[in-house]
């Protein structure tokens, strides 16, 4: 059962969310941002977590706050689902095409938030997003996760396909990170303990 729900409630967001790392993939979304609504999608088919979202924010002022809390509450979710850490393969990485574009993420969920983030496509916006929200998200996933992070957009001048393929290859590393490894019967730490 790695499963979590959280609700979070401020003046300037309310967000709730429900996830299972054991799931196939199957989501509802609700943000109130498409393109973010559309990553979320992306994040939850590749990487078969199960995801329910329903946020809603101060669109009125930007989209930063929904932003932000979204990623607050998802690595909030994904820390609690993961409970010790036992058994979890820990380590994930994948080189992911899209069209021009080709990005590359690792992780590991062994305890310890960092993150490298460089994206090589310059464009500010797709339609209305600032895609520079895309950095302060997984800024605060990969903090309340506890996960150490590197995306790495290495090229692909189409904006949409470059953030899309960051998403998709976080999805896929989520995926490998998270599995139960059959051969793994404690934490997979050196330490004992995550």
């Known amino acids: 059962m790695r499963k979590a729900s959280l609700e979070r ?14 799931g196939t993939g199957s989501n509802s979304i609700s943000t109130g941002i498409p393109f973010l609504d559309h990553m979320m999608e992306i994040f939850s088919r ?9 946020a809603e924010g101060d669109l009125e002022v930007d989209d930063h706050h929904t932003v932000e ?11 609690k689902a993961l ?6 393969r820990r380590y994930g990485q994948m080189l992911l095409p899209m069209d021009e574009s080709l990005s590359y993420v690792a992780l ?5 938030p960092f993150m490298v983030y460089k994206v090589a496509n310059t464009r ?8 520079r929200l895309v950095e302060e998200f997984f800024r605060a996933l990969m903090t309340q996760a506890r ?15 470059a953030y899309e393929s960051v998403f998709k ?16 019967s404690g934490v997979p730490s050196s330490k004992g303990v995550i």
Do not use: Q, W
């Open 169 to 184: 290859a976080f999805a896929r590393a989520m995926r490998m990170a998270v599995e139960i490894d059959p051969r793994e």
């Open 108 to 112: 590991d969920l062994g305890g310890r």
């Open 9 to 22: 409630n401020t003046r300037e967001t309310r967000i709730k969310v429900a996830l299972d790392l054991d």
């Open 124 to 131: 500010k916006k797709i339609k209305t997003f600032d895609v």
């Open 147 to 161: 996960m150490n992070l590197h995306i790495n957009h290495l090229y692909g001048d189409e904006p949409h396909h």
């Open 83 to 88: 409970g010790d850490r036992k058994g979890v």
């Open 69 to 79: 809390d979204l990623g607050l509450v998802l690595g909030t979710c994904i820390d």
């Open 46 to 54: 590749h990487s078969l977590i199960d995801l329910d979202i329903k």
